[in-house]
């Protein structure tokens, strides 16, 4: 029997691996801990300790020992470190000693569960080491494996972990604990920034967190086949075109290393064995690029580093290349010859730190060829790691003198009582002379002065915050306190979702009004923007299927958006994840409808295009009858002029929703908002998360999965077996050709919004014929669909006017004016 082309490809890293066993790194310090557990777990080659061993390292005023029954958990760290946890109610360290000061790797690993009385899933916590915070408001995601490495330089003789609930009525949990020294040379102290293109020094002393390591065009890469113990992922899910790239043989010679380059711990063997390469023959055009997209925290900034090796070229010098990271140029004719030293095979690596202010919620990594015209067409890259600087992490040494150290801490303690009374008294002086001006990249009140110092629309609109004001939109003002009455001053109990914005939380207004608080993070930019702009979008749009802005708050620094409380919560909860009852087909065509509905109003009932940017399952809120509302605006730009086909902006949305095409070309249209809405009616229809790692490969992306069935033709493949049996043939297939147009390859080619609402009534009248009736003269029945959509069918230029004197049915009939009237009555009770 034939090997496979998977088989070939295991041995070949067998032998590799076992080729390239050397002395490896021997760490001085490594604490492997399995909490929770009555006895030690061996994982591979490494025992993990149960902490009941060790109960001198552990100090908590109340914990628990919890067992998880399950028999699997699915990591690929292996499933025996998940089954129990050590759970605390009360702020809990465990303290480790350091026999070799410097960069140590901290790897925390939580799988939430729920054993008798205690829910881990519930837990929200913090983490520290030293004076060094890990985690903030960590709640690990439910019924998956997670594990946070941390990369510290530990400069103490004692290293401990605390572990903080984060309310009287939360606790914190971990499952279990490795700390390891690892090389100092691992991270340099120097990197290249990409934009503006200078030095930047200091990583030696910065706390590190390990977001993405990817094995390019390689196998996935477990923690007992590298020297340092880390997982290296398959790079599939992260790639935007797969048809333009090739994974190169697997090397099978000596990989070569150069003085002040890469080392054996910098990056196993495998890693520069294997490639992922441009495939040019596959290219329409030799300019485009190689591209990788990776969903982050759009307000840090990151250390990215570039694993390379020549395994390609024939003769040296021939592979020159462009790297680009967020669109930015990080290196031109990047030529890995002179880094070698004219040596091919030869381990190389590049770092480069991204600094916040060039950083989206989609990080983009590419290569591409040189525009050199001695440059052949090619490039390649071995692997890639993402790494969060999280600031400056390094503790204060221990001098061996306590008189030293005195000295020392009366000379910094003089200095500091120095340096409080000038802040103090200059504090003073500015504050007489202190006009009123508002930086919008800082965390300032939204108030009246704020709105009239400066135009917030485009330039091209007469929504300025000026005109805003005018209109009356301040007069939607929530006082602080009221909100604080609200949400019982902000509980964590009444939290009912987190966002990139902040925390939403349940409330209740003193005249009984149950209301959704979206309280924005001081430490988040990108919230300004969205406070902004949905203030600015929802008090001059109503409709009844986009939630409605009640109110806002700017007091004592806040920025708090109100809109109306949704009882039933995301349509994402309704689809898979949460256990909550399944949707039937009819449930699920109107949830679609009523969003269509939305978003067509939002298209078409202004004066100008408004495009959503962000249209997602979890963007979808249901009311306590199921009726569909489209939410969360931040992200929303105002779209093309009458003359113009798009709009140049950022790529902004969320990973698995966005348009390819709007990411290749950052061209946005309302074609963006359709392609989003189509892999929208993919989740409805299959019931599964648009991006599942734990799926075979060809399974992990649901647009691209499903879309070959669809195809085909063979929608049964892809039916949520929970309503299989329930759905009209008719009705599934006018569903499935909806879902095939909106994710057509071209925006031209896809429907604008109304052409899908007008299918998506069709599909609901289809499943709701009798039976008698025949699928060819159901066709005659499209005179039973809403007005709405016929005339959207019968007309291609309908105004602004006419939409909404269409679809008045659809918009809301409370008055905002009605809304505070009663707020600012019950105010002054």
């Known amino acids: 029997m034939a090997i496979g082309r998977i088989g070939v490809s295991f041995i070949i890293f067998v032998v590799i691996s076992l080729r390239y066993i050397h002395c490896a790194f021997i760490p001085k310090d490594e604490y492997l801990i399995d909490c929770g557990s009555l006895t030690n777990t061996t994982i591979g080659s490494r025992v993990f300790v149960a902490d009941v061993s060790l109960s001198s390292t552990l100090t908590t005023a109340s914990n628990n020992l919890v067992s998880n029954s399950q028999n699997s958990v699915p990591s690929s760290y292996g499933s025996a470190l998940f089954r129990t946890a050590r759970v605390f109610t009360s702020p809990s360290s465990y303290s480790f000693p350091i026999q070799v ?428 923007n969205e406070f902004r702009t949905e203030i600015e979008l929802l008090s001059r749009l109503r409709h009844r299927h986009l939630v409605s802005l009640i109110g806002y708050c700017d007091e004592k620094n806040e920025m708090i958006l109100v809109y109306e409380y949704m009882e039933k919560g995301t349509l994402r909860t309704h689809l898979y994840g949460s256990g909550l009852p399944s949707l039937s087909w009819k449930q699920r065509l109107e949830i679609c409808i009523g969003s269509a509905r939305g978003l067509h109003h939002l298209h078409t009932g202004q004066a100008k295009a408004i495009i959503h940017r962000d249209i997602k399952s979890a963007n979808i809120l249901l009311d306590e009858n199921l009726l569909a509302k489209v939410a969360d605006f931040g992200l929303s730009k105002t779209g093309p002029e009458l003359d113009q086909t798009h709009i140049s902006t950022a790529v902004k949305g ?64 892809l039916v949520d077996p929970g309503i299989a049996g329930s759905i009209r043939p008719e009705s599934l297939r006018k569903f499935g050709e909806t879902i095939m147009k909106c994710l057509a390859d071209s925006g031209v080619e896809c429907p604008s919004m109304g052409d899908v609402l007008w299918n998506l009534e069709y599909a609901l009248q289809l499943q709701e014929f009798d039976s008698s009736v025949s699928a060819i003269n159901s066709t005659n029945r499209i005179s039973e669909l809403s007005p709405l959509v016929q005339s959207i069918n019968a007309s291609q230029g309908i105004t602004s006017g006419e939409v909404d004197a269409l679809s008045l049915n659809d918009h809301s009939n409370v008055s905002m004016d009605n809304v505070f009237s009663q707020l600012i009555n019950s105010e002054g009770r």
């Open 101 to 528: 000061h410097g960069r140590h790797f901290i790897r925390l690993y939580f799988f939430p569960f729920v054993n008798g009385s205690s829910n881990l899933a519930a837990a929200i916590f913090g983490v520290s080491a030293q004076d060094v915070v890990l985690l903030d408001n960590f709640q690990p995601q439910a019924e998956s494996a997670t594990v946070k490495e941390f990369s510290l330089n530990i400069t103490r003789d004692t290293l401990v972990l605390k572990f903080v609930p984060s309310g009287s009525t939360s606790l914190a949990f971990v499952n279990a604990i490795e700390v390891v020294s690892i090389p100092d040379n691992l991270i340099r102290n120097t990197a290249q920034i990409v934009n503006p293109r200078q030095k930047y020094e200091g990583l030696s002393g910065q706390l590190l967190e390990t977001i993405y390591r990817i094995n390019m065009g390689g196998p996935l890469v477990l923690p007992n086949n590298d020297t340092l113990w880390r997982t290296w992922e398959t790079d599939e899910i992260y790639l935007h075109k797969s048809n333009i790239s090739q994974v190169t043989p697997t090397y099978t010679g000596a990989i070569k290393y150069v003085k002040g380059g890469a080392t054996q711990e910098t990056a196993p063997n495998v890693v520069y064995a294997t490639a992922r390469r441009l495939a040019f023959v596959n290219m329409a055009s030799p300019r485009l690029n190689l591209t990788w997209w990776f969903n982050v925290d759009a307000n840090s900034k990151y250390l990215i580093r570039f694993h390379f090796c020549d395994t390609v070229s024939e003769a040296a010098g021939k592979l020159l290349f462009n790297v680009y990271i967020n669109t930015l140029s990080a290196d031109k004719n990047f030529n890995l010859f002179n880094l070698a030293n004219g040596s091919l095979a030869t381990a190389l690596f590049m770092d480069y730190v991204l600094e916040a202010k060039d950083v989206s919620a989609n990080l983009s990594i590419s290569i591409g060829t040189s525009d050199s015209l001695n440059a052949l067409p090619d490039a390649i890259l071995n692997g890639l790691e993402i790494l969060k600087i999280d600031g400056f992490a390094s503790v204060v040494e221990s001098t061996g003198s306590k008189k030293n150290f005195g000295i020392l801490l009366g000379s910094i303690l003089g200095a500091v009582a120095v340096v409080i009374m000038v802040v103090i008294v200059l504090s003073l002086v500015l504050r007489k002379k202190k006009v009123a001006k508002h930086d919008w990249k800082t965390w300032a009140p939204f108030s009246i002065d704020g709105l009239t110092s400066r135009s917030t629309g485009s330039r091209t609109s007469n929504e300025t915050a000026f005109t805003i004001a005018q209109k009356g939109i301040l007069g939607y003002r929530i006082p602080f306190s009221m909100l604080q009455e609200a949400t019982n001053n902000f509980d964590e109990n009444m939290v009912i979702g987190v966002g990139g914005f902040g925390k939403v939380y349940k409330g209740v207004l003193r005249d009984e009004t149950q209301v959704a608080v979206k309280r924005g993070n001081p430490t988040s930019q990108q919230g300004l």
């Open 654 to 717: 969320s990973f698995g929703y966005l348009d390819p095409e709007y990411f290749r070309r950052q061209q946005l249209t309302e074609k963006s908002d359709v392609y989003s809405f189509g892999v929208v009616l993919h989740e409805v229809l299959c019931a599964r998360p648009v991006i599942d790692p734990t799926l075979p490969r060809k399974m992990v992306n649901l647009a691209e999965w499903g879309i070959k069935w669809l195809k085909r033709g063979e929608l049964e493949q």
